[in-house]
């Protein structure tokens, strides 16, 4: 699925993270725990540099537990990096961020330091940036909502005398280049509903239903859903749920809508829509089609130069004439 959503705030956002970037000693990025792969933003690497990082997964409690648990072995690998899983409703998971933080800033334990440290927080849109930050200041500073792209502009925001938040607006990056992970993004709700096909997300989210939580989905709706076709189960749980429209047909979009909500509300239990090995896989997969688009275009770019040489030695031959 291509993602067509990078309103103009988000370049602004983009280009004013790089430009305080100096002041920051570590970053605080937050995932979404059930798409931890596809809610990192590539564009990050390339702001970031060598800076720590701390990754905390948000919404824990909607996704699968023990896929979490590979998410945060694998996320813990890199030197300079650490993280955890929260559900933000449990403050004492949340008060462990600072000293997380403080541990990843090499200098943070001296007394030289006068001025406070600083965390820059980032994230995509909806996945539970400003409710943390929230958490972690005791009050309410940043303004959440659930629908993406709440955050607009950035503000400074004291915890103590030692440490300072940077709060940054949620921003995606202009291309998502791989296609399932545009599909999550939009189930999970990064992406606002009006910039996709509902019935089409839907549909690929009970491709990895079916085959990982077929029992959720038949404890939720039917025990006889059919399972053997996504478009075949949207269309049943449409008509279970009175998704109708004229001639009694069911209604896709609507039968779409109402399954993303209810995934979204953790309705349907802890799942997880992608897991390291896939992630090994799609990025293999990607980077192969990213070079056999490349190796077309280049097709493409010699086979137009050599046209126009022809073109040009057929001019000159037509001259000498």
């Known amino acids: ?81 650490d993280a955890m899983a929260i559900d933000t409703a449990e403050s004492a998971a949340i008060r462990d961020i600072p000293p997380r933080l403080k541990a990843l800033v090499p200098s943070s334990s001296g007394s ?92 690929y989210l009970l491709d990895h239903l079916i085959i990982h939580y077929g029992q959720r989905l038949t404890a939720r709706y039917d025990r006889a859903l059919p399972l053997q076709d ?11 749920r009175g998704c109708l429209g004229g001639g009694a047909l069911v209604d896709f979009d609507r039968a779409g809508r109402l399954l993303l909500s209810e995934f979204r509300a953790g309705l349907l239990g802890g799942i997880t829509l992608e897991t390291p090995a896939m992630r090994l896989r799609e990025e293999a997969d990607t980077a192969r089609e990213a070079a056999e688009l490349a190796a077309r275009r280049e097709q493409r770019r010699t086979r137009k130069a050599a046209e126009r040489l022809a073109r040009r030695a057929r001019s000159k031959a037509a001259k000498g004439h």
């Open 230 to 240: 996504s478009v075949q189960t949207l269309e049943a749980i449409g008509r279970l």
């Open 112 to 203: 030289a330091r006068i001025k406070p440290w600083v965390a820059m927080v980032v994230g995509i849109p909806n996945v539970g940036k400003s409710t943390l930050i929230n958490k972690l200041a005791g009050r309410v500073i940043a303004s959440t909502g659930n629908e993406p792209a709440v955050t607009k502009r950035q503000q400074l925001i004291t915890l103590s005398e030692h440490w300072r938040l940077r709060d940054t607006p949620g921003v995606l990056w202009p291309k998502v280049e791989n296609e399932a992970s545009g599909y999550r993004l939009a189930a999970t709700g990064a992406v606002r509903d009006t910039a996709m096909d509902s019935a089409e997300v839907a549909t």
């Open 1 to 81: 699925m291509a993602i067509q959503w990078f309103p103009g705030h988000m370049h602004k956002a983009r280009k004013e993270m790089a430009k305080v970037l100096p002041e920051v000693d570590v970053i605080l990025e937050v995932l979404d725990a059930r798409i931890p792969w596809s809610s990192e933003n590539p564009m990050l690497a390339d702001i970031a540099g060598d800076k720590p990082v701390l990754r905390v997964l948000t919404k824990s409690d909607l996704a699968d537990p023990d896929r979490t648990q590979e998410w945060l072995a694998l996320l813990r690998q890199s030197d300079g990096h």
